[in-house]
């Protein structure tokens, strides 16, 4: 009995080991005609590579090159990514909260995200910035206000927790809860 037991333990531990490389790996690639869906996306620390223009086999030939899983609205491009072995996944919505719950739902990622930890703008991991090395990058009135600040090493962007973030959290958390297949 003790082996059967060590089997079923190690088949799960493989599992649960594969589950959390996958999502620390999962990233997308987001189709042009769903910009909202790549900044949500973005804004709860997911991986979300967008580009405004771009061209069918372009956006293919980066999903394959890097693993990216296809996020589209585009029958033909999710047939096209079929036959050329890309992970895509059809966006049923046409309102970005239901798109997003879609990719989270999809791939259980509700617990996983991570607020406000990518550049909206560039998709890349902020950094942590002291108020210190702030002082020259924001106002005065900022730098009184703000707490902590994040930087974009891409960029340089800066980002702190200004009068929208209450809006936000609330935008957040109503994603984070929702249950996508219960909204159109």
């Not at 690639?29 to 580009?51: E, N, S, T």
């Not at 049923?92 to 990518?118: A, C, F, I, N, T």
């Not at 974009?152 to 935008?171: I, L």
Request: charged residues 30%; positive net charge.
């Amino acid at each position: 009995m003790t082996g059967l037991n060590s089997q079923r333990n190690l088949k799960y531990s493989v599992n649960f080991i594969t589950i959390l490389l996958r999502v620390k790996l999962m990233r997308f690639i987001v189709d042009c005609m769903l910009g909202k869906l790549a900044k949500w996306l973005k804004i709860l620390g997911f991986d979300a590579l967008f580009f405004s223009k771009i061209e069918d086999d372009e956006l293919l030939r980066l999903a394959d090159a890097e693993g990216r899983i296809l996020l589209t609205r585009d029958n033909g491009l999710v047939e096209r990514a079929h036959r050329g072995g890309v992970e895509v996944l059809f966006i049923d919505s046409e309102e970005w909260r239901s798109q997003v719950g879609q990719v989270l739902d999809e791939y259980h990622l509700r617990d996983k995200s991570r607020p406000y930890s990518r550049c909206i703008e560039c998709n890349i991991v902020l950094k942590e910035l002291s108020k210190a090395k702030a002082r020259n990058l924001v106002t005065p009135f900022v730098l009184e206000q703000a707490q902590a600040f994040a930087l974009c090493p891409d960029c340089g962007r800066v980002f702190w927790k200004g009068t929208h973030h209450a809006d936000m959290e609330d935008k957040v958390r109503e994603i984070l809860t929702q249950n996508s297949k219960l909204k159109a």
